[in-house]
């Protein structure tokens, strides 16, 4: 079985975003992990609107977006709300965040539920505490 291979854009923080995708489809990935920050990348605003746009980009390159990776913490529920409606929109079905430790934040069972509704077809929640 083939697993794709991506590249995440956090890696290459002094390229603009074309130059990353362009290095990334030259270097035989298959994906992309966006780096999600307001000062590498797309901000988070930027990419709530233009996110079938930057898709539509990334795809031009022949690569699948596959992750959103953003320092946006777990506890910041605006932003949260905002990534999972990105999800939505775009079909991108894991984002990564910072997560502290939620056995002592008060948002922690309200965090999960509202993350629930993204289950893969075996009930497994789809995204990743980092």
Known sequence: MDSQVNVCTSTMPAFALDDCLKLAANAGYQGV???VHDNYHISLPRLYYQCDEIKRRIEGYKLALSVYNTYYGMTDACAIDTLIRVCQRTGVRYFVSPCPSLARET?????????SFLPTSTGESRWRFC
């Open 107 to 115: 948002s922690g069972p309200r965090l999960s539920k509202r993350l």
């Open 33 to 35: 992990e966006l780096r």
